[in-house]
Structures are given as structure tokens and as C-alpha cells.
């Protein structure tokens, strides 16, 4: 199988092309776990397989968290698979992809930059908050697209020095809060300056901190914007794998449009000889 590597703002992928692999759809959650498994074989946070569309768009978008689980979108996904058809000639300047939470545009910018229309919110509560071992955490709670990609938007204070290990024991048992049925991916955020956030997110499916998520950051500045905190006009969010910048539309009550923009990274692309995916057959 050949495959490329890509990250976005250290969110990393790996990408297969099924339209030419010709893979059965039920062995690519298998795929996904061996795949993904870092030291063992490639590693990544997910696994980002290139289908035929099926709804008019240029090509359709699978994604598998690492632990095989199916993501409705990824945002810094979508920006490296927008690269990704671009240079692959499976669309122009502009790419409409086709994803479980509904189509998503993107739009090149330059060679590494893309920007792409996240999934509108289906679902948008300022206020929903949690309580964990006695603590009530204020939180928001977002869905993108339809089925919903659920994220937790909470405060954090001093969180660029808060304690790993206390910070990762909070997000996981939000991550799982009865309150959150779908599970939730959950993003700590802290207001830095103005139209500026620093921000970590606990990824369902992958269990643990990633060095960004682009559909997280998109539920962020969304919440902040409509709490009025930001402006939602070119909102940076500083991340361990580097920046995002969003902008929001609204409309009253209602976010109209969720736009992110930013790099992509092609780490390396080459063939799949792990031995472990034959051995397990």
C-alpha cells in the first residue's frame, strides 16, 4: 500500500488512497489501531482514507481515530486531505469533501496553507457544566455537522503551567461524563490577549492530548464569539504543535460559518510493508 504522512500543526495523519488501494471497508479500522501504533509501526493520531464520493463531492473523506474508532471530521485532517486532492488532481484550488459529519469546502492558500469550512454547530450550549469528584467545571458544549462531532469547551486557568498528569485525569473523566452521551473531545482553554486563546484538547478516540485539534479550536473560538470574548475575527489559537486561526460567522443566536486556517506539513509518502497486518490475517 502506499501511503503519505502528513501533519497539521503537529495533528498527525496517515493517508491511504482507496481509489486505488480498493480496501474493504471493514478492515480499515484494523488498519487504523496497527497503523497508528507509535514505536510499532508508522504512528499517528488517525487514519485518513481517500474514497469515492458518493454526494457530488471531489472525493470522500473516512477517518479513523488510532484507536480504530470512526471520527465524524477532523479539521487539521481536512486541511492536509485538502493537500492531499489537490496535489493528487482530485480537485482544483477548491476542494469539496465529502465527510460522515456532512461536505466540507477547503480552499488552497499557498503551498502549505489551506482553509476550510469546519461543519456548521448543530448543537451550541453556552452553558452546560460538569461536575467531576465534587468540582462543578464551568463548560460549553458544541456539535459540528450532523452526526455531531461533540466537543467540551472549558476554562482553564494557567494552563500552559498546569500539571500533565492532573490535567490529563480531568479530561479524560469529562471526555467520559454521563452528561456527554457521545463521549466528548474535550478543549481547555485560556484567553491570552485579544482575538488570542491558548488551548489543549483531550482527543476521544485517541485518549490522550493531541498537539492540536482544528474541529476543537473551531468549537472554541465559536463559544467565545458568541460569549462575546472575542470578536471571531481572526481568532489565534496557540496549540502545542503551533497556531490556528479562526473566524466566525453569526448570525443572532446562530453561528453561520466556522472557517480555519492553517499550515500543513508533508512529512514523508512511500509504501506500507508492516509485517504485523499480514501476520494478523
Known sequence: MQFWKMNGAGNDFIILNNLQEHLPLEELPRLARTLCERRLSIGADGL???????AGGDFKMRFFNSDGSVGEMCGNGARCICRYGYENGLSGETQTVETTAGTVTGRRIDRRRYRVRLNDPTVLELDHPVEVDGVRYPCSYVELGDPGLPHAVIPYRDLRRADEDELRRLGRAIRFHPSFPKGANVNFYELTGEDTVFERTFERGVEDFTYACGTGTGSVAAVLTMQGKVSGQNVQADMTGGRLSVDVERSG????????TGPTNLVCKGEITDEELLAAE
Open 48 to 54: 485518513m482514507v481517500v474514497d469515492a464520493p458518493t
Open 253 to 260: 443566536s446562530h453561528v453561520t460559518g466556522l472557517y480555519l
